[in-house]
């Protein structure tokens, strides 16, 4: 006869509910799981997008993501030149805010020039951008829909088609647009910017006599340098190793050439290196936590049966009846409140605001881990059972 | 040969100043098919008696044997007293102590299934022993739902399932009004006679002692009379 069925069945009701309190928990364990997950491929998916080999970027710095990375964009030309170099684009970045309608929504402006690396490796919705001008590709995540009109600066955009799950590493949405755009937008300046730079050009100008007759509106557009690009993207010959042709690069002066994998490296070390911390931590936190009221609820389970227990003894019942019946209690909460956890969790993960990533992988080493904690925590609740004084059932008016 | 024999049996509780001597040298024996009661003032050792012959706390020094088997000679302990009680032993308490999630019929069939008989046997011949004791219509019901006197007549049939060789019952009427008692007691004789055991039953209620073949008397921890 098995005592554990006997038992739960008999507190149905109170099992139910104590099993769905640890499912809530553990819920919050998979979702921490989730967001760690998450923020890790949401910082990843920006760096895989363009399915890049190698990316060289501005000497000295990590590259467009972590660090400002400016290099000219014809770089590319001779970057094209190298052995082993099978294509090479320039990619410009920058954060920017969208005005729609009331809302406004913050993005990673992602410049390329079409045709050519750098696009998006799918449009989910609507189309790729042609060559034309102020076209913009915005991610589903920024909730703008296509055919949208969208003013920035002196010009407007137009939404024309739509990724699915291409994000910065910070959640934001990324937003394709031409180079040109990009260029245009990050390093030609505002109306008002550009008047006070005509003033103060105006102003150096008057004061050398020899620069006095030229007027600063002819002048401003040469001293614009608007041809500049965070990175240039590379795609290499299948025979190329990346990394020989990332050393032959990186003796030019002024550039680094850096592998997709140095640069997730650097996504991943550098740039939400604490954030990741942060959630590991609370998650080993949760854990603990969760540890501990498993064990306190197995213990307190076994206290409320001291006498049941002495009872059994007297009766006659081994030690291995009386402790199955706790591990057996043990992991029917623990499996069943993982249960309850894995389906709260399955049918709120997608309403969190940034990506939740509940992966296969993730979930059977909590699984593993809760069965570790149920036999831990039983193992408590049996040693306890065990050194239960019979006579407790025993005594005069017991 | 008697079925359950104690001989010089004592227990010593605590230690120096604080020592209590509940078991003083006391002599017992018990033939199968013989009831008899035990009485005794309070606190005169009644309860310690029959946790030392049942090993639940065996007494520090002395000598049981179960039918042929020595299981308790000198200070130690011969036999492993678990199997002991679920085979040869039925227990009945003052409180009834019956399993709070095992329906009637289980908590009587749960001695045969840690016996090793089938889940299925177990409580077919639970089911047959309940009937017998026109408990039939509680077989299904959980001890909390069973009147006090029903929930001891259901512990005397956990007692009595595996055919034990000694019962011993502690005040098993005591929480009983007298007709309920009396009903318990008639019971506890019956299926005592009937299945040749060797019956102890503890009970401060002289009305209650007609009946009973023998009745120890037992003060400070000793047997006073034979
Ligand atoms: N675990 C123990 N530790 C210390 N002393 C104990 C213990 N158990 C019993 N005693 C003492 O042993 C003596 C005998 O106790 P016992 O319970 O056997 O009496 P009893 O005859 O059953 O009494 P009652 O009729 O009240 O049930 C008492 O003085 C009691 O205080
Ligand atoms: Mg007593």
Redesign the pocket.
């Known amino acids: 006869m098995n005592l554990a069925i006997r038992d739960v069945k008999y507190r149905f009701g109170r099992f139910l509910l104590t099993a769905f309190g640890l499912g809530l928990l553990l819920a919050t364990v998979m979702a921490m799981g989730g967001i760690y997950r998450g923020m890790v491929e949401d910082a990843l998916s920006i760096v895989r997008a363009p399915g890049a080999d190698l990316w060289v970027v501005q000497k000295d710095t990590n590259g467009p993501f972590a660090e400002t990375s400016r290099i000219p964009d014809d770089l590319y030309r001779v970057v094209r030149a190298v052995p082993g170099v099978r294509e090479a684009s320039p990619i410009a970045f920058q954060s920017v805010q969208l005005d729609y309608g009331s809302r406004s929504v913050r993005v990673q402006m992602i410049g390329y020039r079409p045709g050519n690396l750098g696009a998006p490796p799918a449009v989910a919705a609507g189309r790729p951008l042609a060559a034309s001008r102020y076209e913009m590709v915005l991610d589903r995540k920024a909730g703008i829909p296509i055919g949208a009109r969208l003013p920035m600066g002196r010009v407007t955009f137009t939404v024309v088609g739509l990724t699915e799950g291409i994000v910065s590493s910070s959640g934001d949405s990324t937003a394709y647009v031409s180079l040109q755009d990009a260029q245009e937008l990050q390093f030609l300046k505002a109306n008002e910017a550009v008047r006070n730079e005509r003033a103060r050009l105006q102003a150096g100008l008057g004061a050398n006599p020899a620069l006095a007759s030229l007027s600063a509106a002819s002048l401003a557009p040469i001293l614009q340098n608007t041809n500049l690009a965070n990175a240039i993207l590379v795609r290499l010959e299948p025979w190329a190793e990346p990394n020989a042709v990332a050393k032959r690069m990186e003796r030019w002066n002024h550039y680094r050439a850096m592998t997709t994998a140095e640069q997730e490296d650097v996504l991943a070390k550098n740039v939400i290196e604490r954030a990741r911390q942060q959630i590991l931590l609370f998650r080993i936190i949760l854990l603990s936590v969760s540890t501990v009221i498993i064990a306190l609820i197995i213990y307190t389970m076994t206290m409320e049966k001291t006498r049941d227990i002495a009872t059994l003894k007297i009766i006659g019942a081994p030690n291995v009846k009386i402790g199955s019946l706790i591990l057996q209690e043990a992991l029917a909460l623990g499996l069943l409140g993982y249960g309850f956890g894995a389906v709260l969790i399955n049918l709120v993960y997608e309403y969190f605001p940034r990506r939740v990533a509940i992966l296969a992988f993730d979930q059977y080493v909590l699984f593993g881990i809760v069965v570790a904690i149920c036999v831990l925590a039983s193992i408590v609740g049996i040693r306890r059972a065990l050194s239960i004084d019979p006579?407790t059932a025993m005594?005069?008016?017991a | 040969m008697p079925a359950v024999v104690g001989e010089k049996l004592s227990?010593i509780?605590?230690q120096g100043d604080g020592q209590?001597v509940?078991?003083k040298d006391a002599d017992v024996a018990v033939e199968a098919g013989e009831i008899v009661a035990l009485m005794?003032?309070?606190?005169?050792?009644?309860?310690?008696?029959l946790?030392a012959l049942s090993l639940i706390?065996p007494p520090t020094t002395g000598y049981v044997a179960i039918g042929n088997d020595v299981v308790f000679e000198g200070a130690r302990v011969l036999t492993d007293d678990r199997q002991l009680r679920r085979k040869r032993m039925g227990i009945i308490f003052q409180a009834y102590n019956l399993i709070p999630f095992l329906t009637s019929v289980e908590n009587i069939a749960l001695v045969l299934t840690l016996n090793g008989i089938s889940r299925r046997e177990a409580m077919a011949r639970a089911n047959k022993l309940l009937s017998r004791l026109e408990l039939g219509h509680r077989a299904e019901t959980y001890p909390a739902t069973l009147s006090g006197g029903e929930q001891q007549r259901v512990a005397v049939a956990r007692a009595v399932i595996n055919d034990p060789a000694v019962i011993l019952a502690?005040?098993p009427t005591a929480a009983l009004d007298t007709e309920r008692g009396k009903a318990v007691m008639d019971l506890l004789r019956q299926l005592g006679r009937v299945q040749g055991a060797a019956v102890i039953v503890?009970t401060?209620d002289e009305r209650m002692i007609e009946g009973f073949d023998r009745v120890y008397h037992?003060t400070d921890?000793r047997i006073t009379n034979h």
Do not use: I, Q, Y
Not at chain 2, 40 to 49: A, D, Q, V
């Open positions: 006579t005594g005069g008016g | 227990k509780f605590g209590v509940a078991l005794g003032p309070s606190g005169s050792g009644k309860t310690t008696l946790r706390d502690d005040e503890v401060h037992m921890g």
